[in-house]
């Protein structure tokens, strides 16, 4: 079982085939155009789950047409219940589907050889939301990728460092400490933000002191002083009850838990913020690849090019047995994201 789990959470960097298919050609030969044999579900039932917090908010709006359970276990949790059959604590068996802000391999065998499918549900962005006592924006909070390549390396320090002050066109703070809230699980959210860092970071122009040398992976090293939370729902408690707190969520979590969320500069040199259409355009930035037998994943999301682009976005990827037929479940889901903080995946 150890050795299945690390398989989970190993470097995904692998070489597939890339498809010329579009994505909505993709998800319509994945969900719309499968064989008559797949088992029925009822109508309205399709099992239990487990896995990222960040389509909380998603499927907690899906309760109302379907029946299921969902345990936010984080990334890694979800996808060693799902190929292992080990639902997480308080989690009806069998898990018939998971979901995972990181793509799997490709190499992952599921308990008992069922095939399985990957495709991307919606689009998911971080955002880097913060705490506003003792500090003053009243136009919204910028952070230029020196700012919070520094802030997320430990370097920055407090709210009255001189890169802040300059993105925000003067002094935000006299002295307020910066608190910074971070996932103390393994999670497709740190997936996605550190592989953001891994590349950003390094760019010319970010202080030798700011550059990201912790990789990139659902759980990295962060430096001791930061405050470690479980869940997405938990990293935005703690920023909610500190000074000075600044920590990663997902835009859904944010907006149920009413946080502010900062403007960030995005590869285009724009300060944007985040919402449904700005991740959209990072998605439409992606490329689609095919691999294994039945997955696709989107790559080249770590740092969209698009002037429109929220900066730190990915998709999040919905998993389920191949012998089963979610496409009432996807097609919902896809419906109603944007209306909660998500992008859609055309």
Same mark, same amino acid.
């Given at each position: 079982?150890?050795?299945?789990?690390?398989?989970?959470?190993?470097?995904?960097?692998? !070489?597939?085939?890339?498809?010329?298919?579009?994505?909505?050609?993709? &998800?319509?030969?994945?969900?719309?155009?499968?064989?008559?044999?797949? *088992?029925?579900? +009822?109508?309205?039932?399709?099992?239990?789950?487990?896995?990222?917090?960040?389509?909380?908010?998603?499927? +907690?709006?899906?309760?109302?047409?379907? +029946?299921?359970?969902?345990?936010?276990?984080?990334?890694?949790?979800?996808?060693?219940?799902?190929?292992?059959?080990?639902?997480?604590?308080?989690?009806?068996?069998? *898990?018939?589907?998971?979901?995972?802000?990181?793509?799997?391999?490709?190499?992952?065998?599921?308990?008992?050889?069922?095939?399985?499918?990957?495709?991307?549900?919606?689009?998911?962005?971080?955002?880097?939301?913060?705490?506003?006592?003792?500090?003053?924006?009243?136009?919204?909070?910028?952070?230029?990728?020196?700012?919070?390549?520094? *802030?997320?390396?430990?370097?920055?320090?407090?709210?009255?460092?001189?890169?802040?002050?300059?993105?925000?066109?003067?002094?935000?703070?006299?002295?307020?400490?910066?608190?910074?809230?971070?996932?103390?699980?393994?999670?497709?959210?740190?997936?996605?933000?550190?592989?953001?860092?891994?590349?950003?970071?390094?760019?010319?122009?970010?202080?030798?002191?700011?550059?990201?040398?912790?990789?990139?992976? !659902?759980?990295?090293?962060?430096?001791? &002083?930061?405050?470690?939370? &479980?869940?997405?729902?938990?990293?935005?408690?703690?920023?909610?009850?500190?000074?000075?707190?600044?920590?990663?969520?997902?835009?859904?979590?944010?907006?149920?838990?009413?946080?502010?969320?900062?403007?960030?500069?995005?590869?285009?040199?724009?300060? *944007?913020?985040?919402?449904? +259409?700005?991740?959209?355009?990072?998605?439409?930035?992606?490329?689609?690849?095919?691999?294994?037998?039945?997955? !696709?994943?989107?790559?080249?999301?770590?740092?969209?090019?698009?002037?429109?682009?929220?900066?730190?976005?990915?998709? &999040?990827?919905?998993?389920?047995?191949?012998?089963?037929?979610?496409?009432?479940?996807? !097609?919902?889901?896809?419906?109603?994201?944007?209306?909660?903080?998500?992008?859609?995946?055309?």
């Amino acid at each position: 079982m150890k050795e299945l789990y690390m398989a989970f959470n190993r470097d995904r960097k692998l !070489t597939h085939l890339a498809s010329s298919v579009s994505l909505f050609a993709m &998800t319509i030969g994945l969900v719309a155009g499968q064989s008559a044999t797949l *088992i029925s579900l +009822a109508a309205t039932s399709v099992g239990n789950g487990a896995g990222a917090t960040t389509v909380n908010a998603l499927f +907690a709006g899906l309760k109302s047409k379907f +029946a299921f359970t969902y345990t936010a276990s984080g990334s890694g949790a979800g996808l060693k219940a799902f190929f292992a059959q080990t639902p997480p604590a308080g989690t009806p068996s069998p *898990i018939t589907f998971a979901d995972s802000d990181d793509p799997v391999a490709g190499t992952e065998k599921v308990t008992g050889g069922r095939g399985y499918v990957q495709v991307p549900l919606v689009g998911v962005g971080i955002t880097l939301a913060f705490n506003t006592s003792g500090l003053t924006v009243p136009a919204g909070l910028k952070l230029s990728r020196a700012s919070y390549c520094g *802030i997320l390396n430990g370097s920055i320090t407090n709210w009255n460092d001189k890169s802040i002050s300059a993105d925000n066109g003067g002094q935000i703070a006299l002295n307020v400490p910066i608190k910074v809230v971070r996932r103390a699980d393994s999670s497709g959210s740190t997936f996605i933000l550190s592989s953001h860092l891994n590349t950003v970071c390094k760019a010319p122009g970010v202080p030798a002191a700011n550059v990201w040398n912790r990789g990139a992976g !659902t759980t990295v090293s962060w430096p001791s &002083t930061f405050i470690g939370a &479980t869940g997405g729902g938990g990293v935005a408690t703690a920023i909610a009850s500190n000074k000075g707190a600044i920590g990663y969520v997902d835009n859904a979590t944010r907006l149920t838990k009413k946080l502010p969320a900062a403007l960030l500069l995005n590869k285009a040199g724009k300060y *944007i913020a985040v919402s449904p +259409a700005s991740i959209t355009a990072a998605i439409k930035d992606g490329t689609v690849v095919t691999y294994g037998t039945k997955l !696709t994943r989107i790559d080249n999301l770590t740092d969209p090019k698009s002037a429109s682009a929220y900066p730190i976005s990915g998709a &999040t990827y919905f998993l389920y047995y191949s012998d089963l037929d979610f496409k009432g479940f996807i !097609t919902a889901a896809k419906a109603l994201a944007p209306s909660l903080g998500y992008g859609s995946v055309p």
